[in-house]
């Protein structure tokens, strides 16, 4: 009889196994984008800056017609032709009025709006439908529109018991939920409510949290 088939069967030496393979295609697998993004990322995500290509096609053409016009009529005065009138009447305007006439002030007031709105349009992001979300790899960003989030916690609150209705509205900074409830105690409804929005607002992935107001009532009877 051996000494192996002697020893007890819970004493049996078993045999031993590596797990650094195992132990490294783990670390593998859970590589950068598995990691939760820093908090000093997340505030450094902002809004996502706009194209406006509207307003400055709009600049655009208007410079462009009025260059345009203006060097035509340079032109044909430097070939002895005589100006155009709005160009005499502008000068003689520009020359006799003094400069508290209300249409001087007028056009002045409005080159400075016009001025303040283009300075605006240049320092500002713009998009403001477009929620930024948390960044989880580098170089690639991704946004929520704001509509498209409503309609998410919309739905995750309707499959509350008691709610009746709700209408959700998304803003840069918080959501409001207005619901109404047909049967249970309000309170009961709303703190459903909060448990429900809050963790669908966290599923979102939102760089910036927004805060959450929640408002029940019974709907109107009649």
């Known amino acids: 009889m051996s000494d192996d088939d002697a020893r007890p069967a819970d004493t049996r030496r078993l045999p031993t196994l590596d797990k650094t393979p195992d132990t490294a295609e783990e670390a593998a697998r859970s590589g950068p984008d598995d990691a939760p993004a820093s908090s000093d990322e997340d505030d450094r995500t902002g809004r996502f800056w706009s194209a406006r290509r509207v307003p400055a096609a709009v600049v655009a053409l ?12 340079v032109a044909a005065v430097r070939a ?3 100006a155009m009138a709005w160009r005499r009447r502008l000068a003689h305007e520009l020359a006799t009025r003094p400069l508290d006439n209300p249409w001087v002030l007028g056009a002045a007031a409005l080159a400075v709006v016009l001025g303040i709105w283009l300075i605006v349009l240049a320092l500002t992001p713009g998009l403001r439908q477009v929620l930024p979300m948390r960044r989880t790899a580098p170089g690639i960003r991704a946004g929520l529109d704001r509509s498209a989030a409503a309609l998410v916690l919309r ?3 309707m499959e509350v018991a008691g709610v009746q209705s709700v209408r959700m509205k998304v803003g840069r900074r918080k959501a409001k939920a207005h619901a109404l409830s047909h049967f249970r105690e309000l309170d009961e409804v709303r703190a459903d409510l909060d448990v429900s929005l809050g963790e669908g607002l966290r599923q979102l992935g939102l ?6 107001t929640v408002h029940v009532r019974r709907p109107k009877k009649g």
């Not at 208007?62 to 009529?73: E, F, H, Q, V």
């Not at 760089?207 to 959450?212: I, M, N, S």
Request: net charge neutral.
């Open 155 to 157: 739905d995750r609150a």
């Open 80 to 82: 002895d032709r005589p």
């Open 62 to 73: 208007l410079l462009l017609a009025a260059a345009g016009l203006l060097l035509y009529d």
């Open 207 to 212: 760089a910036h949290p927004l805060r959450l």
